[in-house]
C-alpha cells in the first residue's frame, strides 16, 4: 500500500538519511523543574536492530523513550531520528514523528470507537488514506497480531492483552519505520503477556527497528540485539543481553538482575 501523506515536503537539509542510525541520542539531558530525570545519555539503534532498555523504576527509561519522539521535550542535547535532528525547530516534527509507531503501558484506544475505526482514525487524518484503503490495511495488520475478527468489536469487549495487540496493529497502520514500546506488557495479567511478546516477536523477525523499555528479561534475552541498563539518569551498561543478563561488568546493574532474575 503506498504512503499518501499531505503535510509539506521536509527542509531541504533535513531529508532522511538512508545510512544513518534510525535512532541516534547524543548528550541527552531531561529535568522536570529541580529533579534530573537524564544526564547525559548518548546511544543509538541501528535499522532492523531491537534494543531493550531495562532498569529499577525512576531510573529514566520511559523518560528517554518519550524524548525520542519529543512526547517529552529534551533539556539539552540531540535527537536524530533517520538523521533529521527532532530537537530543531525548522523540523517538520509531524511529519517525521509519523515514521515512528509508539506503544505505550496503556492501550490509549478511544473507548467509542470499535476496534476497526481505532485504526481508521490517524490513518485518515494523518496519511489522507480512503476510507476504503485504511480499512483494508486496518484488516491486514489485525490478522497480523491474530485479530482478524474483532474488527467490530468494541475496546470494553476486548481483554487487556488484545487491546495491546490492537494497539500494536493502529501503530503498524501508519506504516512506521521503527517501532517504540513502553513497557507494554506491564498492565497485563500474566497469563496475557505472551500473546503481545509474541507479535512483538513476530516484528522484529520481520526486520523492525524497535526500541523497547521492558521488565520481561527473557524477551531481552530472546529478540534483543543490544541490552541496555539504565540507573539514575544514565546508562550503566550495555552490550549483548545474553552477555550483559549473565555476566554483567557493573555493580549498579549485578544488584538489579539479582533482584529481577
Known amino acids: ?32 523543574g529541580d529533579k534530573k530525570v537524564l544526564t547525559g545519555i548518548d546511544f543509538h539503534v541501528d535499522h532492523g536492530q531491537v534494543v531493550c532498555v531495562i532498569g529499577p523504576s525512576g531510573s529514566g527509561k520511559s523518560t528517554l523513550l518519550r524524548c525520542v519522539n519529543r512526547l517529552e521535550e529534551p533539556t539539552s542535547g540531540q535527537v536524530l531520528i533517520e538523521g533529521i535532528d527532532i530537537t530543531d525547530p525548522e523540523t517538520e516534527l509531524d511529519r517525521v514523528r509519523s515514521r515512528i509507531g509508539m506503544v505505550f503501558q496503556g492501550f490509549n484506544l478511544f473507548s467509542h470507537l470499535d476496534v476497526m475505526e481505532n485504526l481508521v482514525l490517524a490513518q485518515r487524518k494523518v496519511l489522507g488514506r480512503s476510507k476504503e484503503d485504511a480499512r483494508k490495511v486496518a484488516q491486514a495488520n489485525l490478522d497480523r497480531v491474530g485479530l482478524g475478527e474483532r474488527g467490530q468489536a468494541m475496546p470494553s469487549q476486548l481483554s487487556g492483552g488484545q487491546q495491546q495487540r490492537v494497539a500494536i496493529a493502529r501503530a503498524l497502520s501508519m ?18 503477556v505472551g500473546d503481545v511478546l509474541g507479535v512483538m ?10 526500541m523497547v523499555v521492558t521488565h520481561e ?43 529481577v532474575l
Open 1 to 32: 500500500m503506498s504512503r499518501t501523506n499531505t503535510h509539506k515536503p521536509l527542509h531541504p537539509t533535513q531529508e532522511m538519511d538512508p545510512v544513518a542510525p534510525a535512532i541516534e541520542v547524543r548528550g541527552l539531558h531531561k529535568s522536570f
Open 217 to 259: 528479561m527473557g524477551f531481552a534475552r530472546e529478540v534483543g540485539d543490544k541490552l541496555v541498563f539504565m540507573a539514575d539518569g544514565v546508562i550503566v551498561e550495555e552490550g549483548d543481553p545474553a552477555t550483559v543478563l549473565a555476566d554483567p561488568q557493573h555493580k549498579r546493574t549485578k544488584d538489579f538482575l539479582s533482584r
Open 175 to 192: 506504516e512506521p519505520d521503527m517501532m517504540l514500546f513502553d513497557e507494554p506488557t506491564s498492565a497485563l495479567d500474566p497469563e496475557l
Open 201 to 210: 516477536r513476530e516484528l522484529a523477525a520481520e526486520g523492525m527497528t524497535m
